[in-house]
């Protein structure tokens, strides 16, 4: 006997076997029933939704011998001959092979003729949009004012391919995607009818990876009973289908967990042994994440989730050790990596790289230091010299390198200020005069506590100047003027930044941070060497190699390379150790 696919054998036949599609359904329905069948419909929506099917249970409902009937009995005649796609009264054409203005000329021609069975002559076209500039030219006629008793019923994936003189001449009905939850049922319901074992997980895993295609999921479960020989787990629907199993996502969770990159790079390796895409394991785990912010909004959220409840329970176990700017940190991780595979072709870097970054979380945890840095900075900035404002200026110091061993100590009081000489209260009238939109009161010591938030700043602002800033320290401030201070072999970096527009966007930077007007001043420290290279870093090499005007040149070229500066804005990444030559000496 001749093996029929699920999504033939089950296609529906009636209203009532549609799912997912309530809106149009219930159109259709009270079309029929009040008498108010309009002369052209257009179906939308993505493949396998169930638009060719439903055009087919329309037509049995105006064809059939007991209708017009939203009920078609599936038995007489004409509903036989829809079903079998012989009915003289209806007519399916396909739209990509029969496009041209002849095919089209012959259709005008034809649907003069009254029906020779039913009470309406029924015109199918699928794919529509595949229709040529002329044949639509030729169609609009006959839509406009159709003869009677006869109706079109287009169906298109591409709405947006259709000209808007056709759309204007049709009732346009959507179809949706289907959820998850009704096409596990679906899928239930026929694993019942063919005495099929399959596990809820591995329902799960078809549902979501059809993606909202009913049609896509049915044809996935006869492959996978083939597969399998009738019994399907859910690592069977993972393997068959290339999907990252659901114990590896909580692998390399649990690796960036307990912050160990090793872990990792094992597991990583055991997935591109097995033949996994890389680009798949990464959408899974951005899919993993999402359901671990799902889970940290609450329970009111956890429905959001196609998962059986023990996943659920994991998942909420495992979100409880991350903050929700982790899980968001780690969303934008991956979506990095992912842009970085689509502009380099490089599949298993990326996602080794990020996995060895998010393992660290170093940066998160240091931005949340500086960001307190900053607003207890802004705190102390804000309030007047008075008694109000000691808890500010004391929570500002306990995150000071100088006080960092006092924290959880009791704060000693500060003493007493000595009270100002009448020219010191002159001065610094004077110094207000001269700054009247801030606070002048900002010492060198404020300025190094924010440096790295001002670095991170002027880098999320234009990379270029903020990898060269990375080279200085703020070594003076005396009224408000900073002296950025950078090594010998710095010359290149102070050059770059010393250009107005460079100069001008740390100056405004420093200022919004530090709520006081700052004038840069650029110099060189004589008496300071630049930083040895990281001996296992990515530039790593004896001391000896960067001597030679030809590797210099070489660091220099590393810099500008477009790949490499690529690599620094997706990762915020910088490179250190490339000091560079004096240019007027070349």
Same mark, same amino acid.
């Given at each position: 006997?001749?093996?029929?696919?699920?999504?033939?054998?089950?296609?529906?036949?009636?209203?009532?076997?549609?799912?997912?599609?309530?809106?149009?359904?219930?159109? #259709?329905?009270?079309?029929?029933?009040?008498?108010?069948?309009?002369?052209?419909? !257009?179906?939308?929506?993505?493949?396998? *939704?169930?638009?060719?099917?439903?055009?087919?249970?329309?037509?049995?409902?105006?064809?059939?011998?007991?209708?017009?009937?939203?009920?078609?009995?599936?038995?007489?005649?004409?509903?036989?001959?829809?079903?079998?796609?012989?009915?003289?009264?209806?007519?399916?054409?396909?739209? /990509?092979?029969?496009?041209?203005?002849?095919? !089209?000329?012959?259709?005008?021609?034809?649907?003069?003729?009254?029906?020779?069975?039913?009470?309406?002559?029924?015109? !199918?076209?699928?794919?529509?949009?595949?229709?040529?500039?002329?044949?639509?030219?030729?169609?609009?006629?006959?839509?406009?004012?159709?003869?009677?008793?006869?109706?079109?019923?287009?169906?298109?994936?591409? !709405?947006?391919?259709?000209?808007?003189?056709?759309?204007?001449?049709?009732?346009?009905?959507?179809?949706?995607?289907?959820?998850?939850?009704?096409?596990?049922?679906?899928?239930?319901?026929?694993?019942?009818?063919?005495?099929?074992?399959?596990?809820?997980? /591995?329902?799960?895993?078809?549902? @979501?990876?059809?993606?909202?295609?009913?049609?896509?999921?049915?044809?996935?479960?006869?492959? *996978?009973?083939?597969?399998?020989?009738?019994?399907?787990?859910?690592?069977?629907?993972?393997?068959?289908?290339?999907?990252?199993?659901?114990?590896?996502?909580?692998?390399?969770?649990?690796?960036?967990?307990?912050? =160990?990159?090793?872990?990792?790079?094992?597991?990583?390796?055991? *997935?591109?042994?097995? +033949?996994?895409?890389?680009?798949?394991?990464?959408?899974? *785990?951005?899919?993993?994440? @999402?359901?671990?912010?799902?889970?940290?909004?609450?329970?009111?959220?956890?429905?959001?989730?196609?998962?059986?409840?023990?996943?659920?329970?994991?998942?909420?176990?495992?979100?409880?050790?991350?903050?929700?700017?982790?899980? #968001?940190?780690?969303?934008?991780?991956?979506?990095?990596? #992912?842009?970085?595979?689509?502009?380099?072709?490089?599949?298993?870097?990326?996602?080794?790289?990020?996995?060895?970054?998010?393992?660290?979380?170093?940066?998160? /945890?240091?931005?949340?230091?500086?960001?307190?840095?900053?607003?207890? #900075?802004?705190?102390?900035?804000?309030?007047?010299?008075?008694?109000?404002?000691?808890?500010?200026?004391?929570?500002?110091?306990?995150?000071?390198?100088?006080?960092?061993?006092?924290?959880?100590?009791?704060?000693?009081?500060?003493?007493?200020?000595?009270?100002? /000489?009448?020219?010191?209260?002159?001065?610094?009238?004077?110094?207000?005069?001269?700054?009247?939109?801030? =606070?002048?009161?900002?010492?060198?010591?404020?300025?190094?506590?924010?440096?790295?938030?001002?670095?991170?700043?002027?880098?999320?602002?234009?990379?270029?100047?903020?990898?060269?800033?990375?080279?200085?320290?703020?070594?003076?401030?005396?009224?408000?003027?900073?002296?950025?201070?950078?090594?010998?072999?710095?010359?290149?970096?102070?050059?770059?930044?010393?250009?107005?527009?460079?100069?001008?966007?740390?100056?405004?930077?420093?200022?919004?941070?530090?709520?006081?007007?700052?004038?840069?001043?650029?110099?060189?420290?004589? =008496?300071?060497?630049?930083?040895?290279?990281?001996?296992? +870093?990515?530039?790593?090499?004896?001391?000896?190699?960067?001597?030679?005007?030809?590797?210099?040149?070489?660091?220099?070229?590393?810099?500008?390379?477009?790949?490499?500066?690529?690599?620094? =804005?997706?990762?915020?990444?910088?490179?250190?150790?490339? +000091? @560079?030559?004096?240019?007027?000496?070349?």
């Amino acid at each position: 006997m001749e093996h029929l696919s699920f999504a033939r054998k089950y296609r529906p036949q009636t209203f009532k076997e549609i799912i997912g599609q309530d809106h149009v359904v219930t159109i #259709l329905e009270n079309a029929v029933q009040m008498n108010r069948v309009a002369h052209a419909y !257009i179906f939308s929506g993505q493949r396998g *939704l169930g638009k060719t099917t439903t055009a087919r249970i329309f037509a049995k409902a105006l064809g059939c011998e007991k209708g017009p009937t939203t009920r078609p009995c599936n038995a007489c005649p004409s509903c036989a001959e829809i079903t079998q796609s012989s009915s003289i009264d209806v007519l399916e054409i396909d739209g /990509a092979s029969n496009r041209g203005i002849d095919e !089209i000329r012959n259709l005008r021609d034809n649907v003069k003729f009254a029906p020779s069975k039913g009470s309406y002559k029924i015109y !199918i076209i699928d794919e529509v949009h595949m229709l040529t500039p002329e044949a639509f030219n030729a169609l609009l006629k006959t839509l406009e004012e159709p003869p009677q008793r006869v109706v079109f019923v287009f169906a298109t994936t591409r !709405i947006n391919k259709i000209p808007a003189t056709i759309l204007s001449r049709c009732q346009r009905l959507d179809f949706r995607k289907i959820p998850a939850g009704l096409i596990i049922s679906s899928l239930r319901r026929i694993c019942e009818a063919e005495q099929l074992s399959a596990a809820d997980e /591995a329902l799960s895993v078809i549902a @979501r990876y059809s993606d909202g295609c009913l049609r896509d999921a049915e044809v996935l479960l006869d492959q *996978l009973a083939t597969f399998t020989r009738g019994k399907i787990a859910a690592q069977d629907a993972a393997r068959l289908l290339g999907l990252v199993d659901e114990d590896l996502l909580f692998g390399l969770t649990d690796t960036i967990m307990r912050s =160990d990159p090793a872990a990792a790079l094992k597991i990583i390796d055991g *997935l591109i042994t097995d +033949g996994k895409e890389i680009t798949q394991v990464i959408s899974g *785990l951005i899919g993993h994440f @999402r359901d671990l912010a799902i889970v940290r909004m609450g329970e009111s959220a956890a429905g959001l989730i196609d998962a059986s409840p023990e996943t659920v329970a994991c998942l909420k176990e495992q979100a409880g050790h991350f903050t929700v700017e982790d899980i #968001l940190y780690a969303v934008a991780v991956f979506s990095n990596a #992912l842009d970085f595979i689509r502009k380099t072709q490089t599949e298993r870097i990326p996602l080794e790289m990020a996995m060895i970054k998010l393992c660290r979380r170093s940066s998160v /945890a240091s931005f949340d230091a500086l960001m307190k840095k900053v607003e207890a #900075l802004e705190a102390r900035l804000a309030g007047p010299a008075s008694a109000s404002s000691a808890e500010p200026r004391q929570e500002f110091r306990q995150f000071s390198g100088a006080a960092a061993s006092a924290v959880g100590s009791s704060p000693a009081k500060e003493p007493p200020r000595p009270q100002e /000489a009448p020219a010191a209260r002159t001065e610094r009238a004077a110094e207000k005069e001269e700054h009247p939109h801030g =606070d002048v009161n900002v010492g060198l010591q404020d300025i190094q506590d924010v440096w790295q938030a001002i670095v991170d700043q002027v880098c999320s602002r234009k990379m270029s100047v903020g990898s060269y800033l990375m080279d200085g320290r703020p070594v003076n401030l005396n009224k408000g003027q900073l002296t950025i201070g950078f090594s010998k072999n710095s010359q290149f970096h102070k050059e770059v930044l010393e250009h107005v527009e460079n100069r001008h966007v740390i100056e405004s930077i420093i200022s919004d941070i530090v709520k006081a007007p700052i004038r840069v001043i650029l110099v060189i420290e004589q =008496d300071r060497e630049a930083p040895e290279a990281p001996r296992n +870093g990515f530039m790593a090499g004896s001391e000896s190699s960067f001597k030679s005007d030809a590797q210099a040149d070489l660091k220099d070229s590393v810099m500008f390379d477009p790949i490499v500066k690529d690599a620094m =804005d997706i990762f915020k990444g910088e490179i250190k150790g490339l +000091g @560079r030559k004096n240019l007027k000496e070349k």
